[in-house]
């Protein structure tokens, strides 16, 4: 439930970054220049008195230092560009805990998803291979990196080992034909 509540929120966040940066590029294009508006001013302009509640609240409850130099500050940057900073930093609160567990179980489920979406998509194994192992040969020899590289991605991929091997002779075959 908390998982939703946040993803709503940062969609929320992205949403209103967005509206944002509209304004701003519609202010920048009647202006003839570049027109970004500070989310103090954007905020002052749509409700003054929570402005004023929160400054009031900030400087009651916490020190000084949060007000000015750092609040303020804040409410200095363009509107857009906090709201989408809060937008990111709450979409990695939601999506590190996969991201992490993926990075220590070898992206296991990212490969796994990947693979499968792009069989539903209709993308052929053999063409993807093929475009790997024409880039590994590109300069005329496979070196050891590279090798281990495309048996890597292709591993990622789920490609059936026989696709990898099938699509590597045909490319050494196709280079030496040459």
């Given at each position: 439930?908390?998982?939703a509540?946040?993803?709503?929120?940062?969609?929320?966040?992205?949403?209103?970054?967005?509206?944002?940066?509209?304004?701003?590029?519609?202010?920048?294009?009647?202006?003839?220049?570049?027109?970004?508006?500070?989310?103090?001013?954007?905020?002052?302009?749509?409700?003054?008195?929570?402005?004023?509640?929160?400054?009031?609240?900030?400087?009651?409850?916490?020190?000084?230092?949060?007000?000015?130099?750092?609040?303020?500050?804040?409410?200095?940057?363009?509107?857009?560009?906090?709201?989408?900073?809060?937008?990111?930093?709450?979409?990695?609160?939601?999506?590190?805990?996969?991201?992490?567990?993926?990075?220590?179980?070898?992206?296991?489920?990212?490969?796994?998803?990947?693979a499968r979406?792009?069989?539903?998509?209709?993308?052929?194994?053999?063409?993807?291979?093929?475009?790997?192992?024409?880039v590994a040969?590109?300069?005329?020899?496979?070196?050891?990196?590279?090798?281990h590289?495309?048996?890597?991605?292709?591993?990622?991929?789920y490609?059936?080992?026989?696709?990898?091997?099938?699509?590597?002779?045909?490319?050494?075959?196709?280079?030496?034909?040459?």
């Amino acid at each position: 439930m908390l998982k939703a509540l946040l993803r709503l929120l940062s969609m929320v966040l992205l949403s209103v970054a967005v509206i944002m940066a509209v304004l701003d590029a519609t202010r920048s294009i009647a202006a003839g220049s570049l027109v970004t508006t500070p989310l103090g001013a954007s905020w002052k302009a749509l409700s003054a008195d929570t402005l004023r509640q929160f400054e009031d609240l900030v400087k009651a409850n916490l020190p000084d230092l949060l007000w000015d130099p750092v609040a303020l500050a804040l409410l200095g940057l363009p509107g857009f560009a906090v709201f989408a900073g809060l937008a990111l930093l709450v979409a990695l609160a939601v999506f590190s805990p996969v991201v992490i567990w993926n990075a220590q179980n070898d992206w296991v489920s990212f490969g796994f998803q990947g693979a499968r979406a792009l069989a539903e998509t209709g993308l052929h194994w053999d063409r993807l291979i093929r475009m790997i192992w024409r880039v590994a040969y590109a300069d005329g020899h496979l070196d050891p990196q590279e090798e281990h590289l495309a048996r890597r991605l292709a591993d990622l991929l789920y490609v059936p080992h026989a696709v990898f091997i099938q699509e590597k002779l045909a490319v050494t075959e196709r280079m030496h034909a040459r």
